[in-house]
């Protein structure tokens, strides 16, 4: 069964591609624009951290410890607005880290050439508010800001469709896909609109999040309501009971049919 009941818009497909594509426009920004630097993939600065601590490049050090430092905290800023702000019913706190994630977007590019070790730490805290808050799509764990988590899922999901013919299994690796297909269109919107808008650029990325932040005032049910999935639940549980119930008494029937 399609886990699509009671979902948020936070959690569509539609709005999920619409932060994917992005993410993978920020992750351009900074590596092409930006100083070589990865504003999401934090693995990639480790690594570049880690080459340039050995050798002493200490102002290189700074270059990937300042956005790994800011990546980090930008997790804590978003769980501090979930913890605040979840029961806020006028705007969902979903909305709210977008909103700063646009505001701090847009000041980046303002930002000249000789500021990029600032536009880097701004840009990465802004993915990593994004990666904690939006975690789910139509039920299924996904990052919209990096892809090899959902890489390893949509393979994963693909191979089972193949042992087991579940359609399900399809469809889920249909999202993973679908994610993968919109981060990349991303990137290569951005790539290409750098040669052209320079630093600027990352205002496209601010379009893209306003389109998710708008998706959302589509309403649907919030699951900050535990007691409806609940409902749904029981109700699930009194369909699968009923009909156990009827395959018992056709079996019943059956039996005295043949006496």
């Given amino acids: 069964m399609r886990q699509n009941s009671h979902r948020q818009m936070s959690e569509s497909f539609l709005t ?3 932060l994917s594509m992005s993410g993978g426009l920020q992750d351009a920004y900074t590596y092409i624009c930006r100083g070589e630097v990865f504003a999401n993939a934090q693995t990639g600065n480790i690594v570049l951290l880690s080459q340039n601590l050995v050798e002493r ?3 290189l050090v700074l270059h990937y410890l300042v956005p790994l430092v800011f990546f980090a905290m930008g997790i804590v800023a978003a769980e501090g607005i979930r913890q605040k702000y979840k029961n806020v019913q006028k705007i ?6 977008l909103l700063m994630e646009m505001i701090l977007l847009l000041l980046v590019g303002f930002l ?11 840009v990465s805290f802004a993915c990593a508010m994004q990666v904690q808050t939006f975690r789910k799509v139509n039920g299924y764990a996904f990052a919209s800001t990096m892809c090899i988590g959902n890489i390893r899922s949509g393979m994963e999901s693909l191979c089972l469709y193949g042992k087991t013919k579940d359609r399900e299994k399809l469809y889920k690796a249909g999202h993973y896909i679908g994610i993968i297909v919109m981060f990349a269109v991303g990137a290569a919107v951005g790539g290409h609109l750098i040669r052209i808008c320079n630093v600027r650029t990352i205002w496209i990325s601010c379009g893209l999040l306003l389109v998710g932040f708008l998706l959302m005032f589509v309403k649907e049910e919030l699951e900050e309501h535990p ?6 639940q029981a109700i699930r549980e009194n369909i699968h009971n009923i009909k156990e119930e009827a395959k018992e008494v056709e079996e019943t ?7």
Avoid: G
Wanted: net charge positive; aromatic share 8%; proline share 3%.
């Fill in 16 to 18: 999920a591609a619409f």
């Fill in 227 to 232: 007691e409806i999935r609940e409902e749904e």
């Fill in 57 to 59: 490049n200490w102002s």
């Fill in 253 to 259: 029937i059956r039996k005295d049919l043949k006496r």
């Fill in 92 to 97: 969902h706190w979903r909305q709210l880290v």
């Fill in 112 to 122: 000249p050439a000789k500021m990029n070790l600032l536009a880097n730490a701004m």
